[in-house]
């Protein structure tokens, strides 16, 4: 979420002027809308000496059964609470209920942030 800085009037209603200008630190970034599609990945650097690697699109799943884990393939997404628009987009994001060649399976990594889909099994 991109920071919005600090008001720009005063209680009073006047304006306040610029103390500083914005720093790196403070930027933000726009979300990462991973999408059920051939696979796609972006690498970005962060803050300190660290990266990320982003998915932009994927269609592989590892999908939690029990004891084990095993890859599926991903095949459609059934549910997303984080927005009802990302269905209809087929947008994967954490929470969301996806189908797989396993059965439904509700995605508890972030697919954007972590680059890798990682899901439990639902009991039907």
Known sequence: MQDQGRSTR???GGR???VRNSRK???GRLPTETEVGEPRFRTIDVRG????TRALATNVASVNKGDETVPADIEDVIENDAN???VRRNIITK???IETSE???RVRSRPGQTG???AVLLEE
Do not use: W
């Open 95 to 97: 929470g969301a209920v």
């Open 10 to 12: 005063k209680r009073t």
């Open 84 to 86: 009802p628009n990302y």
């Open 49 to 52: 000496n660290g990266t990320k």
């Open 103 to 105: 059965g439904r399976a």
């Open 25 to 27: 630190d403070e930027l």
């Open 16 to 18: 306040l002027k610029n």
């Open 116 to 118: 890798q889909v990682t």
